[in-house]
């Protein structure tokens, strides 16, 4: 059996500044999380199967404005994680085009903690 490390996991970051609802809060992740795994599908199709044979693992965590989310977009990506920056519509709380949320992974659950273990959940 793999170490927990080893394990597959998903990391849904949501922008703390823009104060969303809970059901907002919750689509928005949704959104992250169906994006990043279609697109780890075609690309890491071995890992999303763990993945999902392992419970699909997520976590959902805060940073506090836009710039501290698009550095950490920019640092998982250099290290080669599938990335998706959820844009809204707006058609509800937040202005069209707005980047609410970024989902990462999934990925190596050691990859994907060291960039955001210092996080503090949503």
Same mark, same amino acid.
């Given at each position: 059996? @793999? +170490?927990?490390? =080893?394990?597959?996991?998903? @990391?849904?970051?949501?922008?703390?500044? %823009?104060?969303?609802?809970?059901?907002?809060? @919750?689509?928005?992740? @949704?959104?992250?999380?169906?994006?990043?795994?279609?697109?780890?599908?075609?690309?890491?199709? &071995?890992?999303?199967?763990?993945?999902?044979?392992? $419970?699909?693992?997520?976590?959902?965590?805060?940073?506090?404005?836009?710039?501290a989310l698009q550095r950490?977009?920019?640092?998982?990506?250099?290290?080669g994680l599938v990335t998706?920056?959820?844009? =809204?519509?707006?058609?509800?709380?937040?202005?069209?085009?707005?980047?609410?949320? %970024? $989902?990462? $992974?999934?990925?190596?659950? &050691? +990859?994907? =903690?060291?960039?955001?273990?210092?996080?503090?959940?949503?």
């Amino acid at each position: 059996m @793999a +170490s927990t490390a =080893d394990e597959p996991t998903m @990391a849904l970051i949501v922008r703390h500044d %823009l104060r969303l609802s809970t059901g907002k809060i @919750a689509v928005q992740c @949704a959104h992250a999380a169906v994006s990043c795994t279609l697109g780890a599908r075609k690309s890491h199709t &071995r890992l999303v199967e763990r993945w999902r044979q392992s $419970g699909a693992r997520k976590i959902c965590l805060k940073v506090e404005d836009l710039q501290a989310l698009q550095r950490l977009a920019g640092q998982a990506q250099s290290a080669g994680l599938v990335t998706h920056l959820v844009k =809204d519509a707006g058609h509800t709380e937040v202005e069209p085009g707005t980047i609410t949320v %970024l $989902g990462i $992974g999934p990925g190596p659950r &050691r +990859s994907i =903690d060291a960039l955001v273990g210092e996080l503090k959940p949503y």
